[in-house]
């Protein structure tokens, strides 16, 4: 194998560290810093580009520290742990400014602020973890491979989820399922400060296997699917609000999710960007979410907007519209909140047929972005769109597209989601060019 002396130039997104081969050739290496001389394997080599692996740190960064979680080099959670965190977040704002150089951004970039997380650990709301048997593990697929890395704790969850990790590994039936169970999620109702398991099984699992899950693993609700889109549960049928989550949002509303359902990870964070989404429609008519989910962002819009008249949310996934529609019932919004199980496609599509015009329009999509929408917001956006990712690439792709279509770019946040790992959050928002 080739080894080769490198000094590193950046971070890139995705954590890795860029440097160049003495051929002038771009290598790629994980666990560096900027500025770093350090000695590397060269494992895959293309024509443009190379993979290499860290062996030695020749010259080291004053930035760099001792990761703290065990698993950190053979993991493929995290990508930043091996740094400051002011350090992470200065990163990561370069980062961002290079994908809008790199995509053809002209002129300064409106970067008003990058909002940390006050904890760069336990943040996480949830966890997804593989299960295996023979032997028995649960963990995340290590860095660059398809294999599983057993995982007995992890720094980035809630210590609730962490514990509720134990109590499982701890369970003798849910090891003995293990066989038959696939993936596992661990979600935290932040409320009553429980968790809730949601599994997928080969096949069906017997009450009395479920009874003793729901005792020994201390949960709040059980939840599994086995084929089709809804899970089986709640265990126990009489749990609480259908075994839903808990979750607090701001003026004391109350979110009744369904485990599944998505929630934002960094609920803290998620607060934030909720806050500055509605300081942005405080004062609207009318407003359209177009990947709204359970109604995350418009639901504070609608408690603290007097004057709101027509704002609707549409997703695809009905099971978050149901926890929508339940949430504003039990908050006593029933009737203010059009949520409707539609794509967003669909509903821009009716509202340009309609000539409907909205003050504000919300995108949060998938990783994917909206590439196909932003040919019809010219119709019926008024004045505003935010647009929320937590994929900067297609995020920086689709605010150039909008800038195409008569928009300009008016202000940029960055809300760390996901510290200690390469991922963020990107809130845009643009206006009508004048
Ligand atoms: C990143 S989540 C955001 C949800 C919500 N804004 C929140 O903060 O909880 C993206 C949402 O887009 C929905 N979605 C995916 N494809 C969609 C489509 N074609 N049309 C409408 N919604 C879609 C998903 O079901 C999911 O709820």
């Not at 160049?20 to 771009?26: A, I, P, Q, S």
């Not at 409320?191 to 398991?197: A, S």
């Not at 639901?299 to 997703?315: Q, T």
């Amino acid at each position: 194998m080739k080894t080769e002396i490198v000094t590193i130039e950046k971070i890139v997104f995705g954590g890795d560290g860029l440097g160049r081969l003495k051929n002038g050739k771009v290598v790629f290496v994980p666990y560096v810093l900027p500025g770093e001389k350090v000695k590397v394997n060269i494992n895959e080599e293309h024509q443009d580009y190379a993979f290499g692996e860290l062996v030695e740190i020749l010259e080291e960064s004053e930035d760099r520290i001792s990761p703290p979680c065990q698993y950190y080099f053979s993991c493929g959670g995290c990508q930043f742990q091996h740094l400051s965190y002011d350090k992470e977040l200065s990163l990561k704002e370069e980062v961002l400014k290079e994908l809008f150089r790199r995509q053809g951004f002209k002129g300064e970039l409106p970067l008003k602020e990058i909002v940390p997380s006050s904890s760069p650990f336990f943040y996480r709301n949830k966890l997804r973890l593989h299960v295996l048997s023979h032997p028995f593990r649960m963990g995340f697929v290590k860095r660059r491979t398809h294999e599983v890395l057993e995982i007995k704790r992890c720094l980035l969850g809630d210590e609730e989820l962490n514990r509720t990790l134990d109590l499982l590994y701890q369970c003798d039936t849910w090891r003995l399922l293990s066989e038959r169970i696939k993936r596992v999620r661990l979600e935290k109702s932040l409320i009553d400060n429980r968790v809730t398991l949601l599994f997928w099984s080969l096949f069906p699992i017997n009450k009395e296997d479920l009874e003793r899950i729901y005792r020994e693993a201390g949960v709040k609700s059980i939840f599994y699917y086995t084929k089709g889109a809804r899970p089986h549960g709640p265990y126990p049928p009489d749990a609480p609000y259908g075994g839903r989550k808990l979750m607090p949002a701001m003026f004391e509303l109350i979110y009744y999710v369904q485990p599944g359902v998505f929630t934002q990870s960094n609920w803290e964070i998620n607060l934030k960007i909720m806050q500055h989404v509605f300081a942005l429609g405080v004062d609207v008519e009318a407003v359209l979410d177009l990947h709204s989910g359970m109604g995350n962002f418009l639901l504070p819009l609608v408690k603290g907007n007097n004057l709101a008249r027509e704002f609707i949310g549409v997703d695809t996934d009905p099971q978050a519209i149901e926890d929508g529609l339940y949430t504003a019932e039990r908050n006593g919004l029933n009737g203010r909140l059009d949520l409707q199980r539609k794509s967003s496609m669909e509903a821009l599509y009716e509202a340009v047929q309609e000539v409907k015009k909205y003050d504000l329009i919300l995108l949060d999509p998938p990783r994917g972005g909206c590439r196909e929408l932003i040919r019809l917001l010219p119709d019926v956006a008024v004045s505003k769109i935010v647009y929320i990712s937590c994929d900067p690439p297609t995020l920086v792709r689709d605010v150039l597209l909008l800038e195409k279509v008569g928009f300009y770019l008016k202000d940029l946040i960055i809300f760390d989601m996901f510290p200690r790992t390469y991922h963020f959050e990107v809130f845009a928002l643009l206006e009508k060019s004048p």
